[in-house]
Nanobody, 125 residues
């Protein structure tokens, strides 16, 4: 059973940076899709970035392109989300997610069956 644990959230001023980490434990099959989602109060959980384990394939939602970077460290079974030029509208709980059957990135939260507990990111203006 794969478990995901996020860390790295916090409070930052607009224009600042944060790095989120998602450590995966358990049996992980290479080539499976992983993603970061976020959910702001009163809003739907939305896809923001994704990758496939062991490949260079990545995907981003338009609102974070050029500011956020998703990366992986296979030796540590960890996926990162590097967030730069943060804006108040980036404030949300951020979740990492793993799909145990998809080998391509999906923006649909229903395609992910393992979720972390979430980490709060708050950007002040």
């Amino acid at each position: 059973q794969v478990q995901l644990v996020e860390s790295g959230g916090g409070l930052v001023q607009a224009g600042g940076s944060l790095r989120l980490s998602c450590a995966a434990s358990g049996r992980i099959f290479r080539s499976h899709a992983m993603a970061w989602f976020r959910q702001a109060p009163g809003k739907e959980r939305e896809f923001i970035a994704g990758l496939t384990w062991g490949s260079d394939s990545t995907s981003y939602t338009d609102s974070v392109k050029g500011r956020f970077t998703i990366s992986q460290d296979n030796a540590k079974n960890t996926v990162y989300l590097h967030m730069n030029s943060l804006k108040p509208e980036d404030t949300a709980v951020y979740y990492c997610a793993l799909s145990s059957w998809r080998t391509r990135i999906s923006k649909n939260k229903s395609d992910y069956d393992r979720w972390g507990q979430g980490t709060q990111v708050t950007v002040s203006s």
